[in-house]
């Protein structure tokens, strides 16, 4: 007898209300094989499980937390006894960008340091503001504000010149570590050439220590295993949505007036977009740090409109001048009708 040869399927598959009945099956050099009919059974869920079903947390039922993320994310290591685990946390909504410096507490996060993409109007940045380009100034403007903050941004400087190659901020000797985080992207994609990436790209050239590799980023190629840093550095500065709008211009005019409207209303030009993404980066780490709103001393129009509750004078009156009115139509309506009669 030869060797036994795998031989698929063993089993054919069923999904019918069937017995299991063993039935021999031969197969090449006669070797019986006894396979058995799964049949399909239906999930009960009746007391037993309801008592037993344990609730989930909530805003794992609403959708907002990775909680298996998130455990590795908050739990430090018991040797470093009371000193937090700070998390690099990217947020993308339909306008805005939210980039945040966080730690874990039993009560709850605590954020100590924050930065917006609606900030970047202040530097020279009025439209585009959760693009690439934009993901990238956000992060540089954290960074720098977190550095400034903590009395760093002298000794950790990070990039001058903006090339988009891969950087990894080193320690410094006889100073104080560089802040080190952990990229935080809740339940956002990370799929390579996300967004959240530029956002990072621009924490870590601001001066941060935040773990990475380049394998995410715009320009890296899985199948060569090479990474392309000219196609990063477009991004960084906006060249993808330049190409795309000179592009758009010679194709189709009208379509370009409408999705680019903004761009054109700020005078804003293909040719013009390095230049002002320059501008900012530079603006941004000449000041970073956050301004004070100013309290809005103006009136402000009324939230609610309460009906003023008439009196009883006011009640009577209302009610006798709608009976006069319905009297008026009703009359009107009757004299309408005896002209038509006397027409006919």
């Given at each position: 007898m030869g060797p036994i040869r795998p031989y698929a399927p063993l089993c054919p598959s069923s999904t019918e209300f069937v017995s299991l009945q063993p039935k021999l099956l031969y197969r090449p050099y006669n070797i019986p094989i006894i396979c058995f009919k799964m049949g399909f059974v239906k999930v009960v869920k009746n007391k037993a499980y309801f008592k037993r079903f344990q609730v989930k947390f909530k805003r794992r039922r609403e959708g907002k937390t990775d909680y298996y993320a998130r455990k590795r994310l908050v739990t430090q290591d018991k040797n470093k006894y009371n000193t937090p685990k700070y998390r690099f946390v990217v947020r993308f909504s339909n306008k805005d960008i939210v980039c945040q410096v966080a730690y874990a507490k039993i009560e709850g996060d605590v954020i100590i340091c924050a930065a917006y993409s609606h900030e970047l109007?202040?530097?020279?940045?009025?439209?585009?503001?959760?693009?690439?380009?934009?993901?990238?100034?956000?992060?540089?403007?954290?960074?720098?504000?977190?550095?400034?903050?903590?009395?760093?941004?002298?000794?950790?400087?990070?990039?001058?010149?903006?090339?988009?190659e891969e950087y990894n901020v080193e320690c410094v000797d006889n100073a104080p570590g560089a802040f080190r985080a952990f990229l935080d992207v809740g339940l956002a994609r990370t799929?390579?050439?996300?967004?959240?990436?530029?956002?990072?790209?621009?924490?870590?050239?601001g001066g941060m220590d935040?773990?990475?590799?380049?394998?995410?980023?715009?320009?890296?190629?899985?199948?060569?295993?090479?990474f392309n840093a000219e196609v990063h550095r477009n991004h960084i500065f906006g060249q993808h949505v330049a190409k795309y709008m000179t592009e758009l211009k010679e194709e189709d005019e009208e379509a370009y007036q409408k999705q680019f409207s903004l761009y054109i209303k700020n005078g804003i030009e293909p040719d013009q977009m390095e230049e002002m993404y320059k501008k900012a980066h530079a603006a941004i780490r000449a000041d970073p740090v956050a301004k004070a709103k100013t309290p809005y001393k103006g009136e402000l129009p009324p939230k609610r409109y309460n009906p003023k509750k008439l009196t009883l004078q006011e009640r009577k009156a209302r009610v006798e001048q709608k009976k006069a009115e319905f009297l008026k139509q009703h009359q009107q309506e009757g004299d309408d009708d005896d002209d038509e009669d006397d027409e006919e």
């Open positions: 109007q202040r530097y020279g940045i009025k439209v585009g503001l959760t693009n690439y380009a934009a993901a990238y100034c956000t992060g540089l403007l954290l960074a720098r504000r977190m550095l400034t903050k903590l009395n760093l941004h002298e000794i950790y400087s990070g990039v001058d010149e903006v090339t988009g799929s390579t050439g996300a967004k959240i990436f530029g956002a990072l790209k621009g924490a870590v050239d935040i773990p990475h590799s380049v394998k995410r980023f715009p320009g890296y190629d899985s199948e060569t295993n090479e």
